[in-house]
């Protein structure tokens, strides 16, 4: 169901702009610390790909998710995690809410231009002092005549110096608990009060902008809300199963990459009188990371099969989440290894790889909520 001659061309197509428009500049945008995302985006927006699953009245080709996995796998050849993650979000991080819920005039203002790339969006969820704990949430949007008036921060936002539009999860309530008071909101970032910190310096993901953003007695109109007032927390619940899928997608290829380069140079470098790879030691250990990564591939299509017919996946997107964060610390670790002294140069393929890659135990829930979630699902956590 993954390998359709429509699977195969939606994947030859994004190859082909990623060979031809993305790699050939991923060195420079590293040493940059950002990529031209409206330009970028346009190109993926020109060919369709920025709304796989979305309305075609909207502009999206509205096809089901297993073209947005075939989509997501081709990302991970992008020879930088940073320009790939800003595309994920993008797709599948601050539109599916929108496209889900959103009126048909929000959605014809913020969602089809986003389709095509003209817009490049953001998801303002993290402040300081909540990550993973979405519902300490902050930030709150009080409602004034026929706006709302925001005041705030957001932390960590992939996107944010370059983003013209946040999805944002605010509290919009005193009274209800802490799931039943947000709301998820459309924010112009050109819009007065707004002021942007950043880019931010990190680990990995160095092409990847990301900002923190700050809001001043933001005015928005209500007409901005996505879906029902206090309903944005299970909103916010329905995007991150999408972003999850997303990381195992683009996990699988980008880890198959670095493991192949392993071989590769394995292979050619010689000690004591033999190739690496003769040793078979090294051999063993690149079979059984293989094999995780086909493990990760069936465990992620069974995921997204049942989430293509409506199913619940929550469960099984969790274990996808929290096995693309197992391996993405372990895979890219031993690869370097067996790299020896030229892996730890930071010019290095292998390095840029392992910096990349830890992050996916972080972002879009940590492990052990992932944990949380999966106990809670099979019935075994204390609550």
């Not at 930088?80 to 797709?91: D, E, R």
């Not at 879906?227 to 699988?252: T, V």
């Not at 972080?362 to 949380?372: K, N, T």
């Amino acid at each position: 169901m993954f390998d359709s001659e429509e699977h195969n061309q939606l994947r030859a197509t994004t190859r082909r702009i990623i060979d031809e428009h993305i790699n050939p500049y991923c060195a420079e945008w590293e040493k940059a610390g950002m990529f031209p995302a409206h330009q970028v985006f346009r190109r993926l927006g020109d060919a369709g790909l920025l709304g796989i699953t979305k309305p075609e009245a909207f502009g999206g080709l509205g096809l089901d998710y297993t073209f947005e996995v075939a989509f997501a796998e081709e990302l991970g050849h992008i020879k930088s995690g940073g320009v790939s993650m800003a595309i994920g979000v993008q797709t599948d991080m601050c539109t599916p809410a929108l496209a889900a819920h959103g009126s048909d005039e929000l959605r014809a203002e913020w969602l089809a231009p986003s389709i095509t790339g003209e817009l490049v969006g953001c998801i303002g969820v993290t402040e300081e002092g909540s990550g993973s704990d979405v519902a300490n949430v902050r930030a709150f949007a009080r409602r004034d005549g026929d706006d709302y008036v925001i005041t705030g921060n957001k932390k960590y936002i992939t996107n944010g110096m370059q983003a013209d539009w946040m999805c944002m999860l605010c509290n919009t309530d005193d009274a209800n608990g802490p799931h039943r008071n947000k709301t998820l909101i459309v924010v112009p970032l050109a819009a007065k009060g707004v002021e942007r910190q950043g880019p931010m310096k990190k680990l990995g993901m160095h092409a990847s902008d990301t900002a923190q953003i700050f809001f001043d007695e933001v005015r928005v109109p209500q007409r901005n809300r996505i879906g029902e007032e206090n309903k944005g927390f299970f909103y916010q619940m329905e995007q991150f199963q999408e972003e999850r899928l997303l990381a195992g997608a683009k996990y699988i290829c980008f880890l198959e990459d670095i493991i192949e380069e392993t071989i590769e140079y394995a292979r050619a470098r010689k000690a004591f009188g033999k190739s690496i790879l003769d040793n078979q030691a090294v051999r063993f250990k690149l079979a059984e990371m293989q094999t995780e990564v086909e493990t990760l591939r069936s465990l992620l299509y069974r995921t997204v099969h049942e989430y293509s017919r409506g199913e619940d996946v929550t469960k099984l997107a969790s274990m996808v989440k929290l096995k693309v964060g197992q391996m993405t610390q372990t895979i890219p670790s031993a690869c370097l290894q067996y790299w020896g002294g030229a892996g730890f140069m930071a010019e290095n393929r292998v390095s840029q790889v392992y910096r990349d890659s830890r992050l996916a135990s972080i972002g879009g829930g940590a492990s052990e909520i992932m944990l949380e979630v999966i106990c809670k699902r099979m019935g075994i956590h204390p609550s």
